[in-house]
T-cell receptor, first 113, second 114 residues
Framework: QQQVKQSPQSLIVQKGGISIINCAYE??????FPWYQQFPGKGPALLIA?????SEKKEGRFTISFNKSAKQFSLHIMDSQPGDSATYFC????????????FGKGMKLTVNP | DTAVSQTPKYLVTQMGNDKSIKCEQN?????MYWYKQDSKKFLKIMFS???????INETVPNRFSPKSPDKAHLNLHINSLELGDSAVYFC?????????????FGPGTRLLVL
């Protein structure tokens, strides 16, 4: 039973395009939703995160949109660059417990020059 | 200046052997984690320690035993290695005591069991 479902599994975009990654969750107790970026041979690193009391958060070219009623959230990468080519993971956790991060299966993004 | 470091970076070993992976963080965090990333890149938590106490213990074979000698270190010992243990193992840390939810990952240890 996968608690956080992520799609698509892979995405190829041209430089300057918009990349969109979608995630859906089951557990309504989740109250923190981060996105992690992983380059080949490296560990994941936090990119941006959101809490369910806001519907959108923007940091530079990266925006999270959050729909609490639909239990969905997405990452938009504007003006995608070849340096953005990486694997992106959405995740979720419940605060106040063990703060266990549950990850989606990841999406490999390739941005062509 | 590495925040979360792991040794070794690569580990190639035979089935049935026992091996250990070490992790150290210099961020002053109170919580450390072990994750397993399989060949399909799926990341799953295995264990978590807060101030040297085990707080997360997922359904992991008891051949895997974590040990936290102090807040800055969390080691993973694996007995009787099996082919299916081949994966990348990541250590991570966070500062839960200060409300910090960001987990900082190490570079990973690539384990190959032959």
């Amino acid at each position: 039973q996968q608690q956080v479902k992520q799609s698509p599994q892979s995405l190829i975009v041209q430089k300057g395009g918009i990349s969109i990654i979608n995630c859906a969750y089951e557990n309504t107790a989740f109250d923190y939703f981060p996105w992690y970026q992983q380059f080949p041979g490296k560990g994941p690193a936090l990119l941006i995160a959101i809490r369910p009391d806001v519907s959108e958060k923007k940091e530079g070219r990266f925006t999270i949109s959050f729909n609490k009623s639909a239990k969905q959230f997405s990452l938009h990468i504007m003006d995608s660059q070849p340096g953005d080519s990486a694997t992106y993971f959405c995740a979720a956790l419940t605060q106040g417990g063990s703060e266990k991060l549950v990850f989606g299966k990841g999406m490999k993004l390739t941005v062509n020059p | 200046d590495t925040a979360v470091s792991q040794t070794p970076k690569y580990l190639v070993t035979q089935m049935g052997n026992d091996k250990s992976i070490k992790c150290e963080q210099n961020l002053g965090h109170d919580t450390m984690y072990w994750y397993k990333q399989d060949s399909k890149k799926f990341l799953k938590i295995m264990f978590s320690y807060n101030n040297k106490e085990l707080i997360i213990n997922e359904t992991v074979p008891n051949r895997f035993s974590p040990k936290s000698p102090d807040k800055a270190h969390l080691n993973l010992h694996i007995n009787s290695l099996e082919l299916g243990d081949s994966a990348v193992y990541f250590c991570a840390s966070s500062d839960l005591g200060s409300g910090g939810l960001t987990q900082y990952f190490g570079p990973g240890t690539r384990l190959l069991v032959l």
